[in-house]
């Protein structure tokens, strides 16, 4: 945090330069509540992107992230339904939901890590399939429509997405908290220093008397958790979940993390970066409501022109700096 | 007159499939012509691929395009009521089209298909047209909840027909799935009668799976929403798609229309208003067919 | 006249000149050797040649007249082939697919026949055993080192640049490699040859040139300086006491293993190796020495009993075998060694960070080891966060073995320790390696450098095929009864 | 081809294992109709899949596909539709039209491969783009609806999808030629070498004197031309394009090229385990159609699990033949 970490200087260009973009097609963009807004639903593909940071660095990739969330989203709507005629409307009762979301989250990763860790299996295979395999277990426990958390509950539990300390809501705290937890583990910890070098090379770090394969495992495990602290913010919001939740999350957070500057091969990780690019893509849809700009079949081709030119603006810096 | 300019937010799904897409062609050709007949209305228009987004693109309108009124097809019903309840507590005019919120009395006006009766009429049909022990299949589409009803409907339109469903797999709305889940059936079962593709888009997968496997002779199919290719055929008395049921994508202009006359007229606008679900049959195509809607 | 020339050539890399108006030309049917000490420049000069780096001043002149190479590639177009310091080869693809890259025969289709029946005969030529079909990352490294050399050979080269091609070889490899070097000066090529073996310098080269520090200090024709007159040229001050004096091993068992296999490799070795004892391992390429060392170290699957001091030792993995105190430092340095692209102090600390805070990784204790070990092993950096990776080839040598010295092991396995290191430093890490034995730690030596382990160590095992083939100590240890017993053809009287 | 590929072993046991599940759960499998069912419907992933080869294996990455291919139906049937009037009922406008998809798929290639090659930016970043570019374009052109090839042509064309051979129909013929000219360009031709060796390792390929960039850009022009190709047999198939047109084939093709062996990192490129999983993702579909498993909305989580398994059945032997 000393040294200015240039690799995340694009990103923040690119942010600066969407920020602008944004006060500039309407006034109301720099309006707190519109700051909040974008803050709070920016974290949970923050979350999740800040293990996904992890999760790449060490040369892997999680697909089932999004789905994953909506099977825990699901599990924790279904216990805290169950417990609410015994434990009544309660906070305990909620701590148990929450419960729920951040275990399975563990859960969910080590299946992950441990198919890929144990079994040898490449990760974008072992996440395809489990991706199939949440999707369909929250359809199928939704019995093909939605998931409710009971009505009572929803109300005491809303708080945690839209409360907070003044406008810093509980999840932009959360994120706030990660992002800097997670910098702090990829640049101070020997966990991050070992992923690190197991994505670099692995050979090399198995050489080195490092564990690969427990720290490749806790990447998962890591964004396993992310992924259900998500979705303990996730459901105050909408109280509900069904098999279109978390849809493309996956893509959302890999997408962050690429755009924040961490290589998709592995071996750099950029926690601040993928901050930055999980902002950027918040912006984007936030920009693109602030001004009809053109028809909206469009917006996915103006989102696509906008990524590939915040990676440009990133890219030039990066290639001016190496020469 | 220089009347108050109002701002009316329209929040749909975005057009993943034909349905929703003649509904978003609708939205948007009601909007350009209200636009212009009624000066002081702008309209902000939003499409969503899943519910968060349609929270955030609601949000979205709240905070910084400071709207009058809310017209909005929510992509799904629980998690988008407490969005659309804070947009009616703060005020505003809010149109709810289609899907019911899980909360009653929110909206100032609802404007809907019949889900129930979707399925019901199909249903009856079948029942009417077949003989007992005929056998037919089923097309589902995007796992939802307005497909478990208009699938419990149908169903419960066969109860005591002896009409034998062999399998329901899911379509999903799009002719490519439907076209590889007909040619599977067509594989498995010698004897199928008849198909509820349930919608028009599934329909045109269907069929050309059953022509592929030169059975056109043995079954008809039933779609559902009232595509115009569909109109045509069953205007022209196509053997194979005797009837159709509506579910209109208009809809959305009937809602847009009647929000807009809220702010442009006294008329109070407010109350129910649900399109039941109609066969369409050779007699009656022509006033349901629209040449120039993409859908 | 010279084919290939640098007239009066600098080169910087940012900030850091590393070549100071360089002068040297390369005159046909001749072996020009290139000397000097780690990071002195000369994998540099070669690539300023080979045309894969641009002189910031000064130019090179091909048959007199000045060029400008648009690339490596294109410099090979005009018979100028480089053996590269670092590999250069393609893991996923088969070894006659590497030789041939770039310039495969063959129409539309491959001409799959004709690359392997070359790459089999130029092989044969280099009297290497390895397949055409082999993948190279199956390879071990001195095995991908004779691939580097078929390769060149294949180019019909004017003038080829070597460096360090022998660094890697025993000397039965090494003999064939001089034998081509030889027949390829018959032939009229210009040769650059870049070794820190002092003995085959003297042995080839018809003129030498010597580098220190970015600068020509010496120029020489054969006959002219002797290997210590060479060494001290290089290093700028007289060498004395090459090889420190053998130790006492204690007669503590430090290490012990019995009928350790490793599948298909390595066969039932039993060995001991004592308290303060440096135990060197010979043998020819492939007769399987890295492999029982991985084997010991648990980077391999084997078989057989593992004792380390006494007791029955379960070693499955780097991991276990550090947490026993042991140490294994790789030959393949750049891919199971040092982390290229990560900058020297992460390198340094990666295998001992439990040494540098229990929670935060102190940066500044790292920094002060950085700073021991540069001093400790001579690391010539130019910049201190440079990338591993942008090091000089022996600088990077010395950083492994600093990275695996930190972890303060017990027992210390060394494959090729010195592997492009210059005379200088070699005899100062031969006195640190003897110091540790001093000190009680106990030392496995593997060398394919024949003075070295003659010179280090207290006892030589020779490996043969996987199976240990005799033990030679004291008086017997000579060169001669290592190649014998590394042959199959008995020890001498 | 003389040689067995042992990497290849693993996906064909994988695949007979289907066969052999599928004919045990219903004896319809094996009919000839099904079998040209499958076979023909698989062509346009196998296609595209084909293509994916060349660009993984050279160390790249294209999720544009899916809405490249639905772009270019949308084209196809506009030029088709436009030239209708003057031309006539006639194979000329087929022929036409076959260009326009065939030539855009180049194009789209290049503008892939140039953002890659020439403008640096990350292939991920890039196809996830021209993605969201491609798929507005297409939902634009259609006007949110779907766009229908006009109804004469339409009869003209079917029988591209529809006819063949006997029970060779088109599509198969075409996925079949396709597959045997990958793989004899991924064996036996200079470019098949050059893309695996800068998948291997760009730096030796460049040190030896091939085009790095030039190779690099050609993988996603030829990825564009088959894409384009598998148009060119989608559109006789229904006469329609539309927004869903292509939905996740970007997904499937590269499951299928990573189940067939080739690594997503690059360097080995396995056509052969690409046409095997291809028919393993067709074949675990049609399975679950054919036989009444479970509920429906489980059969993503089967799918998921028959991907995982069949993966792990492939790489035990390849660990097995390691040892
Ligand atoms: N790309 C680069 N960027 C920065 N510095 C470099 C680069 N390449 C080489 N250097 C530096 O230039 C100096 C000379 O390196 P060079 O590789 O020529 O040494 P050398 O004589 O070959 O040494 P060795 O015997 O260890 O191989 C070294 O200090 C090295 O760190
Ligand atoms: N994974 C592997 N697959 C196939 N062959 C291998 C593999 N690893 C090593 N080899 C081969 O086994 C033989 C033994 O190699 P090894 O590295 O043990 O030689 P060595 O005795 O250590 O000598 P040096 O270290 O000088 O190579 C070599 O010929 C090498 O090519
Ligand atoms: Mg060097
Ligand atoms: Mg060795």
Same mark, same amino acid.
């Given at each position: 945090m000393k040294k200015i970490d240039f690799h995340t200087l694009g990103p923040l260009i690119a942010l600066i330069a969407l920020i602008v973009l944004g006060t500039l097609l309407n006034s109301a963009f720099l309006a707190p509540a519109n700051i909040t807004n974008v803050l709070a639903r920016s974290a949970f593909i923050g979350l999740i992107a800040v293990g996904m940071t992890f999760v790449i660095t060490a040369g892997g990739l999680d697909l089932s992230v999004g789905s994953m969330a909506a099977f825990l989203a699901g599990l924790a709507i279904i216990a805290m339904n169950a417990l609410a005629p015994s434990l009544g409307v309660h906070w305990g009762t909620i701590l148990i939901g929450m419960g729920v979301a951040i275990l399975g989250g563990l859960a969910a990763g080590y299946l992950n890590g441990a198919l890929i860790t144990k079994a040898r299996i490449e990760p974008f295979i072992v996440t395809l399939g489990t991706m199939g395999i949440f999707r369909s277990l929250i359809t199928w426990l939704a019995d093909g429509g939605t998931l409710s958390l009971d009505s009572g509950l929803r109300t005491l539990y809303r708080p945690v997405y839209y409360g907070g300390i003044g406008w810093l809501t509980w999840p932009i705290l959360c994120f706030a908290a990660v992002a800097i937890a997670g910098e702090w583990s990829m640049r101070h910890s020997r966990f991050g220093r070992h992923v690190e070098a197991i994505g670099s090379n692995d050979r090399v770090a198995r050489y080195s008397a490092i564990d690969v394969n427990r720290v490749r495992l806790m990447t998962y495990v890591l964004l396993g958790m992310l992924v259900g602290l998500a979705v303990v913010l996730y459901v105050p919001r909408l109280g509900s979940a069904s098999g279109s939740t978390g849809v493309l999350w996956e893509l959302e957070a890999i997408a962050a993390v690429i755009i924040g500057g961490t290589a998709l091969k592995g071996g750099r990780g950029r926690v601040w970066g993928t901050v930055m690019g999980v902002l950027i893509l918040s912006l984007i849809d936030n920009i693109l409501n602030l001004?009809?700009?053109?028809?909206?079949?469009l917006n996915g081709a103006i989102q696509g022109v906008i990524i590939v030119l915040a990676v440009v603006l990133q890219r030039e810096k990066h290639a001016a700096s190496e020469r | 007159q220089e009347a108050e300019k109002k701002i009316i937010g329209v929040a749909i799904p975005s057009a993943t499939h034909g349905f929703m897409g003649g509904l978003n062609w609708h939205a948007q050709d009601t909007i350009k012509r209200l636009g212009a007949a009624y000066p002081n209305l702008e309209f902000v228009l939003s499409t969503a691929g899943n519910s968060a987004k349609q929270v955030n693109d609601i949000e979205d309108m709240m905070a910084?395009?400071?709207?009058?009124?809310l017209v909005v097809l929510p992509f799904e019903s629980e998690p988008l009521t407490a969005p659309i309840k804070a947009v009616k507590e703060a005020g505003k005019f809010v149109t709810v089209v289609d899907r019911g919120l899980s909360e009653e009395g929110i909206e100032d006006l609802y404007v809907a298909g019949d889900n129930t009766a979707f399925g019901r009429v199909a249903g009856e049909y079948f029942k009417a047209n077949l003989k007992p022990g005929a056998k037919i299949v089923v097309l589902r589409g995007i796992p939802t909840t307005l497909d478990n009803e208009r699938v419990e409907a149908f169903q419960k339109a066969l109860d005591g027909s002896q009409i034998e469903i062999l399998d329901m797999q899911h379509g999903n709305w799009n002719r490519d799935d439907a076209f590889n889940v007909m040619q599977d059936y067509l594989s498995k079962y010698p004897q199928i009668d008849a198909v509820w593709a349930a919608d028009d888009d599934m329909a045109i997968g269907v069929m050309e799976a059953i022509a592929a496997a030169k059975r056109q002779d043995e079954m008809w199919v039933i779609g559902g929403a009232g595509m115009k290719d569909i109109v045509k055929r069953i205007m022209d008395g196509d053997k194979q798609l005797p009837v159709d049921v509506t579910y209109p994508p208009a809809l959305i202009s009937s809602a847009l229309e009647m929000t807009a006359l809220h702010f442009v007229s006294n008329a109070p606008m407010t109350g129910r208003f649900i399109i039941g679900s109609q066969l369409i049959t050779p007699e009656n195509a022509a006033k349901f067919y629209y040449p120039d809607s993409p859908f | 006249m010279s084919v290939l020339a640098l007239d009066n050539v600098s080169k910087s890399f940012g900030p850091v000149t590393v070549l100071h108006g360089i002068d040297i030309a390369l005159e046909p049917g001749e072996v020009h050797a290139l000397i000097g000490e780690n990071g002195a420049g000369k994998s540099t000069i070669m690539k300023l040649l080979g045309g894969f780096l641009d002189p910031t001043e000064g130019q090179v002149l091909l048959d007199g007249k000045p060029v400008r190479f648009a690339s490596g590639p294109d410099a090979e177009a005009q018979g100028i082939v480089v053996i590269h310091q670092e590999f250069n080869l393609a893991r996923d693809l088969s070894v006659a697919a590497n030789v041939f890259l770039g310039r495969e025969p063959g129409g539309w289709r491959l001409d799959h026949k004709a690359m392997q029946e070359a790459t089999a005969a130029l092989l044969r030529r280099l009297d290497?055993? #390895?397949?055409? !079909? /082999? &993948?190279?990352? !199956? &390879?071990?490294v001195p095995d991908r080192q004779m691939v580097e050399i078929a390769k060149a050979l294949s180019r019909n080269a004017r003038v080829l640049i070597m460096d360090e091609p022998s660094a890697v070889l025993t000397h039965r490899e090494v003999g064939a490699l001089y034998d081509q070097i030889l027949r390829l000066r018959e032939q009229g090529v210009a040769i650059l040859y870049c070794s820190h073996r002092l003995d085959e310098v003297a042995h080839l080269a018809d003129r030498i040139t010597v580098l220190r520090d970015g600068r020509v200090v010496r120029r020489a024709a054969r006959g002219e300086l002797t290997q210590d007159g060479m060494a001290s040229a290089m290093v700028g001050r007289e060498l004395q006491d090459f090889y420190p004096p053998k130790g006492q091993p204690s007669g503590d068992i430090a290490l012990e293993l019995r009928g350790l296999s490793v599948p298909g490799r390595v066969h039932d070795i039993s060995l001991t190796l004592h308290r303060g004892e440096v135990l060197g391992i010979a043998g020819l390429v492939g007769s399987g020495r890295t492999e029982l060392a991985e084997g010991i170290a648990g980077l391999r699957s084997s078989s057989g009993e593992i004792r380390i001091d006494g007791q029955p030792a379960t070693i499955r993995s780097a991991r276990d075998g550090f947490a026993h105190g042991l140490a294994y430092l790789t030959e393949d340095r750049k891919e199971a060694g040092l982390l290229l692209e990560k900058p020297l102090r992460e390198n340094l600390t990666l295998a001992a &960070?439990? $040494?540098?805070?229990?929670? $935060? #990784?102190d940066a500044s204790a790292e920094d002060a080891a950085l700073d021991r070990a540069t001093q400790d092993f001579d690391i010539r950096a130019?910049? $201190? !966060?440079?990338? /591993?990776?942008? &090091?000089s080839g022996g600088n990077q040598q010395k950083l492994l073995l600093a990275k695996t010295m930190l972890t303060e092991p017990r027992i210390l396995i060394i494959d090729e320790p010195t592997r492009g290191i210059d005379v200088g430093t070699k005899s100062q890490i031969y006195a640190f390696i003897r110091q540790l034995a001093t000190q009680g730690l106990s030392v496995i030596v593997i060398s394919s450098e024949m003075p070295e382990v003659i010179g280090l160590a207290d006892r030589v095992l020779v490996m043969r095929e996987g199976r240990l083939a005799g033990e030679l100590q004291g008086a017997a240890l000579t060169e001669d009864n290592i190649v014998r017993l590394a042959m199959g053809v008995g020890e001498a009287a």
């Open positions: 001004a009809n700009l053109v028809s909206p079949y | 910084t395009r400071n709207i009058d009124a | 290497s055993p #390895i397949s055409p !079909d /082999a &993948l190279v990352g !199956d &390879l071990s &960070l439990e $040494r540098f805070g229990s929670w $935060r #990784i130019p910049r $201190r !966060d440079m990338p /591993a990776g942008k &090091l």
